[in-house]
């Protein structure tokens, strides 16, 4: 079930800041230009409205590269926003983030781990040497 707006403000007051997504969750890139351009508009918008600090920092509601393009980092842009982070596992780094003008609109993330051994393995880093070793020894 979607948070509330009520569940957001008690979330702020907790000490949670929040980023925008779209209104209606479709896969941005099979939108016309005015749904998407839509979508990503009000989306800040309604943040913006309901929120004490929203933050600049828009996440894909599909989260896949394919599903958003070009189009959606333009207006992103024009909106204010940041960046933007994708749904796909990974570890954001200085040279990915740096690599292009649109590279701080496709930043890999780690989802919340549900298991207590996983999150560790996140929060402590064990994570990302795992992740070292595997590409060093892939070549």
């Known amino acids: ?6 569940d957001l403000r008690r979330c702020e007051r907790g000490g949670m800041n929040f980023g925008p997504h779209t209104v209606t969750h479709p896969v941005l890139s099979r939108t016309e230009t005015t749904q998407s351009e839509h979508e990503l508009r009000e989306g ?12 600049p920092v828009f996440c894909y509601p599909n989260g896949r590269f394919q599903d958003f393009g070009d189009r959606e980092v333009r207006t992103l842009r024009d909106l204010g ?9 990974g570890y954001a780094s200085t040279r990915r983030f740096h690599a292009t003008p649109a590279s701080p609109f496709g ?19 064990l994570e990302r040497v795992k992740t070292i070793v595997r ?5």
């Open 81 to 89: 926003m940041l960046g933007a982070v994708v749904g796909i596992s």
């Open 44 to 55: 800040w918008r309604r943040l913006s409205q309901e929120s004490r600090q929203p933050v």
């Open 1 to 6: 079930q979607a948070m509330t707006w009520d």
């Open 135 to 139: 590409e060093r020894s892939w070549g």
């Open 107 to 125: 930043v890999q993330r780690f989802p919340y781990p549900e298991d207590l051994g996983h999150f560790l393995q996140v929060v402590t880093g």
